[in-house]
């Protein structure tokens, strides 16, 4: 009952049917029922009193004295008798609705010789009046209705097509292109909406460019500052230096990995995950990190593969270098993959632990190096499982360690 439509049509079938009802109303009061009951009436009146006349000389009409079966219509009854006293005649009239074998007729009574019938074929049922205007009404408002759900659907077309292209938006935030087909007004908000995908689209490829051209520009002079940081005299300053170049650098080239993960072409393919995350493990595991691989389900996803290798390794590296060592599973429930990362580090402040996914954010405000890290990976992996159609989740766990979730949803099986 909250939908625009429903309410529009709902309108339209109220004021439509008040306004017939209103001036049905109007024009009976003014001009007065229909004269063709005075007129059905007046005939029968008057051929019953003709007959009774030439009944009341002998063996002229057979006479009855008993009625045949039938029911007694006093409306029909009371209008008889008054149009009979209105020209004078005082006679005992009765009007019978008859069954299906015998017909509705009118009966006369004949003082001391019997009753007078005549059939009587079109005596309107009971109750026709209100039948004829509940027909009436039933059909009028069906008219209006069938009216108004016409024109409600042409007046909210525009409004479930910006709802129809709010929830055709991809995981990668780019508005699928629409038919400018249609009314007037469905082309004008067709047209509006592709100008403003094709403008977010050309913004976003020129915010990647900006990225991509930055993240290339820096590696010249951090290069210039190494060769000359390598004759700086002072030893700690030397490894001063140092440090905060290779800092400047791993954030030149996970920016450079974020364009490259944004302008990635490669088509989805299915996916082993257990399979591949025991792989991903093992690889990490010949880096040095301690990463353990614990329960996985035999579980496929569809998603592009480098990119999903890149999230899970950010995760992993997470994991293994801030919590001490990784614990990884996987699951299936409801219709999605689980990747479930644990650690056995100090976890992250609730008050700061929201924040996680900004950006170059760190947990530590001096933004000391003891562990090497830009700061993007956790953002760079979310923006990957966003765009395969799933979610990161990031909280502490009951007892000690961060704990990190990939949800994905689960390939569909060939029929």
């Known amino acids: ?46 051929v019953i009193e003709m007959l009774a006349r030439a009944a009341e000389a002998p063996g002229v009409l057979p006479l009855k004295h008993t009625l045949p079966d039938g029911m007694l219509d006093p409306f029909i009854t009371d209008k008889l008798q ?21 017909p509705s007729f009118v009966a006369a009574r004949i ?13 309107p049922p009971p109750g026709a009046g209100w039948g004829v205007m509940g027909k009436w009404l039933s059909l009028l408002t069906f008219g209006a209705a069938t009216i108004a759900v016409f024109v409600a659907n042409r007046m909210v077309r525009p409004l479930v097509l910006l709802e129809n292209a709010v929830e055709a938006v991809g995981p990668d935030a780019i508005l699928a292109e629409l ?32 990225v991509a051209a930055a993240g290339h520009d820096l590696r010249t002079p951090i290069t210039r500052l190494r060769l000359r940081a390598e004759f700086v005299a002072n030893a700690e300053e030397k490894e001063a230096w140092l440090r ?14 974020l364009v490259r993960d944004e302008s990635d072409k490669a088509p989805p393919q299915d996916i082993d995950l257990a399979a591949f995350v025991r792989e991903t493990a093992e690889e990490l595991r010949n880096q040095g990190l301690d990463v353990e691989v614990g329960d996985t389900e035999p579980v496929q996803v569809r998603t592009r593969r480098l990119a999903l290798s890149r999230a899970l390794r950010n995760l992993l590296i997470n994991a293994s270098t801030h919590g001490v060592r990784a614990h990884v599973s996987v699951s299936e429930a409801e219709g999605t993959a689980l990747v479930r990362i644990t650690d056995e580090g100090p976890g ?24 090497p890290g830009a700061g993007l990976g956790l953002s760079i992996a979310r923006e990957i499982i966003q765009r395969a159609g799933g979610a990161v989740r990031i909280y502490n766990g009951p007892h000690v360690g961060l704990v990190q979730e990939i949800e994905i949803p689960i390939a569909q099986r060939a029929a």
């Open 348 to 371: 992250i402040p609730e008050d700061v632990i929201g924040r996680v996914f900004e950006p170059f954010f760190r947990v530590d405000p001096a933004r000391r190096q003891s562990i």
């Open 82 to 102: 008054e149009e009979l006293r209105q020209r004078g005649s005082s006679l005992d009239v009765r009007a019978y609705r008859g069954g299906r074998e015998q």
């Open 111 to 123: 003082e001391g010789k019997g009753w007078l019938t005549m059939p009587l074929p079109d005596l």
């Open 244 to 257: 905060d170049l290779d800092e400047l650098e791993r954030i030149a080239d996970s920016a450079i990995e």
């Open 1 to 46: 009952m909250n939908s625009l439509r429903v309410k529009l049509a709902m309108l339209l079938v109220v004021v439509i049917v008040a306004v017939v009802g209103l001036l049905t109303a109007v024009m009976v009061y003014f001009l007065g029922p229909p004269p063709g009951q005075r007129h059905s009436i007046q005939p029968v009146a008057e």
């Open 179 to 210: 038919p400018e087909q249609g009314p007037a007004e469905v082309r004008a908000t067709a047209r509006a909406l592709n100008l403003l995908s094709a403008r977010l689209r050309s913004a976003m490829e020129s915010r990647m460019r900006l």
